[in-house]
C-alpha cells in the first residue's frame, strides 16, 4: 500500500480483555517496528521485525504482551489481560531494510477502561 | 540505553535559530531524526550514519560527532510549520537493528 496501515485507530476496551492490533506495513519492506507513545511522552521502542524473526523481544514491557509477523508481511501485537496502564497510541513503523527511514503508521489509540 | 535530548522545549519567534542535542552513553552506529506534528505520526527528517556527517533538508540540518556521541539538529531562520516534537533515535553497534528514541523536544514557533 501507500502508507503503513493500522487497524483499529481506535479501541476501548475494557480492563482483563485481550486486544490485537493490526499493522499491514509498506509493501516490500522487510523491517518493521513496534511503538508506544503514551499521553505527552516520548517513543517506547517494542520490537521489531526484520522478515518474520524479532532478533530482540526484550523491549516488550510484559509477557502480556506478544508480536509476531507472518509472510514477511502483516504484523499483529496481541495485549493479554489488559491494564489501565496499557493505554496508549500502538505505532507501526516499517522500513525497506535494516537502517533504512522509516514510515510510521497513524497509530492505534487504545483506551483500558 | 535511551539518548537524552535537551532542552526539552523551545520557543522561537519566526526567523530565529535553535538548536536541538542528542547524547548517548553508548557508542553510536547512526542517529535518526524525526519531527511529530500534534495528533500525527513522526515524520523522517534524516539519518546521520558517519561521524562528523552533516546534512540538510530544506533549513534544517544535523551533524554527528561519533566521537562525543552525540548529534546536534539545527534549525535557521524557524518557520511556522516547524513546530512540534523532535525526536532523535539512535542505533548502536551490535543492536541489531533496535531504534530506541528520545523523550522529544517540543518545539513552538510563534509568529
Known amino acids: 500500500g501507500a502508507g503503513v496501515s493500522q487497524s483499529p485507530s481506535n479501541k476501548v476496551t475494557e480492563k482483563g480483555k485481550d486486544v490485537e492490533l493490526r499493522c499491514d506495513p509498506i509493501?516490500?519492506?522487510?523491517?518493521l517496528y513496534w511503538y508506544r507513545q503514551s499521553l505527552g511522552q516520548g517513543l517506547e521502542f517494542l520490537i521489531y521485525?526484520?522478515?518474520?524473526?524479532?532478533?530482540?523481544k526484550s523491549g516488550l514491557p510484559s509477557d502480556r504482551f506478544s508480536a509476531e509477523r507472518t509472510g514477511g508481511s502483516v504484523s499483529t501485537l496481541t495485549i493479554q489481560r489488559t491494564q489501565q496502564e496499557d493505554s496508549a497510541v500502538y505505532l507501526c513503523?516499517?522500513?525497506?531494510?535494516?537502517?533504512?527511514?522509516?514510515?510510521f503508521g497513524s497509530g492505534t489509540r487504545l483506551t483500558v477502561v | 540505553q535511551q539518548p537524552v535530548q535537551s532542552p526539552q522545549a523551545v520557543i522561537l519567534r519566526e526567523g530565529e535559530d535553535a538548536v536541538i542535542n542528542c547524547s548517548s552513553s553508548?557508542?553510536?552506529?547512526?542517529v535518526h531524526w524525526y519531527r511529530q506534528k500534534h495528533g500525527e505520526a513522526p515524520v523522517f527528517l534524516m539519518i546521520?550514519?558517519?561521524?562528523?556527517e552533516q546534512k540538510g533538508h530544506e533549513k534544517i540540518s544535523a551533524s554527528f560527532n561519533e566521537k562525543k556521541q552525540q548529534s546536534s539538529l539545527y534549525l535557521t531562520a524557524s518557520q511556522l510549520s516547524y513546530s512540534g516534537t523532535y525526536f532523535c533515535?539512535?542505533?548502536?553497534?551490535?543492536?541489531?537493528?533496535?531504534?530506541?528514541f528520545g523523550k522529544g523536544t517540543k518545539l513552538s514557533v510563534k509568529p
Open positions: 513503523a516499517s522500513s525497506l531494510y535494516l537502517r533504512a527511514p522509516i514510515t
Open positions: 509493501s516490500g519492506h522487510t523491517a
Open positions: 521485525f526484520q522478515g518474520n524473526s524479532a532478533p530482540d
Open positions: 553508548k557508542a553510536l552506529y547512526s
Open positions: 546521520l550514519l558517519k561521524g562528523g
Open positions: 533515535g539512535t542505533e548502536t553497534p551490535g543492536s541489531q537493528g533496535n531504534l530506541i
